[in-house]
């Protein structure tokens, strides 16, 4: 690969993740703040690679002024050894692997991946594994109030349900598959990007959905109950809600959250 391949795959890796960050695409991958990180750092690799490609192409400067110097034989070497050493030494072996390099651009610009979805939440274990001290303000109005997948899930293990009581809330995630095949509401949640991201999951009983396949989206209102199980993954316990109605919802634009 010589230096005018690698400033277009620059150019095409570059366009890549710009085209992601102007449009949702890049909420499968990474946290909504890094939006402006992403849009400069494309930026610099487009302007990088085709600095490269003028630098490349542009006439050479022996070529403006003349003839290049003839090489000086070393002693001992005739003239047409010497000159093949110094061709030699002006060659660039770079390693067929970095072609490599274009597969993430050919994965963002035709078959983007999905974001995390149930099988990553079948394989990891539930987020929530250690006690959160932190006084739990009152929900807002509202009947049912919207609220996430974390914060019922935080506020029923870490606050006992105590700023639940007696209220209805809605939370939307996917379904996956847990123990005995029953359904548990899951949302991925992550720190930086989906290399970190972490499952937080809730039972459900009650009128729970049955027969939906893992992944399929759905909106779920009801009501703290005390019922607790286990992650079979980690060994952690996730809280129920008691399920009075539910839907099925498209995927948000942003599914983690």
């Known amino acids: 690969m010589n230096r005018q391949a690698q400033a277009c795959i620059m150019i095409l890796f570059g366009g ?6 102007l449009t949702d695409l890049y909420l499968r991958y990474v946290k909504e703040g890094l939006r402006p990180f992403l849009i400069g750092a494309s930026l610099l690799l487009i302007v ?15 070529n403006e002024r003349g003839a290049a ?10 003239t047409r050894t010497a000159a093949a050493h110094g061709h030699d030494d002006h060659r660039h072996h770079e390693p067929r692997v970095a072609w490599l390099l274009l597969l993430p651009v050919l994965g963002l610009l035709l078959v983007a991946p999905p974001a995390l979805g149930s099988y990553a939440a079948a394989q990891t274990g539930t987020a929530l594994t250690a006690d959160q001290d932190y006084e739990y303000p009152p929900l807002p109005a509202g009947d049912p109030v919207q609220t996430s997948v ?10 006992r349900g105590r700023s639940l009581d007696g209220r209805r809330v ?18 991925m949640i992550m720190s930086c990007c989906a290399g970190d991201g972490r ?14 396949a893992a992944d399929t989206w759905i909106e ?3 009501r703290y109950t005390d ?13 129920y809600i008691q399920v009075e109605s539910w839907r099925q919802v498209q995927q948000p634009t942003n599914p983690y959250g």
């Open 16 to 21: 890549a993740v710009l085209r992601a960050s």
């Open 220 to 222: 779920v209102t009801g």
């Open 69 to 78: 110097p003839p090489v000086s034989p070393k002693s001992g070497e005739s």
């Open 199 to 212: 499952p937080v999951k809730v039972g459900m009983t009650g009128d729970a959905p049955a027969g939906l």
């Open 48 to 62: 990088t690679g085709v600095m490269t490609l003028w630098y490349e192409l542009r006439p050479a400067a022996g």
């Open 227 to 239: 019922r607790l199980g286990r992650d079979p993954v980690n060994d952690v316990e996730i809280p």
């Open 170 to 187: 809605q939370l939307t995630g996917f379904i996956v598959s847990g123990p005995g095949g029953k359904p548990i509401l899951a949302r």
């Open 150 to 159: 974390l914060d019922y899930a935080a506020r029923a293990l870490f606050d």
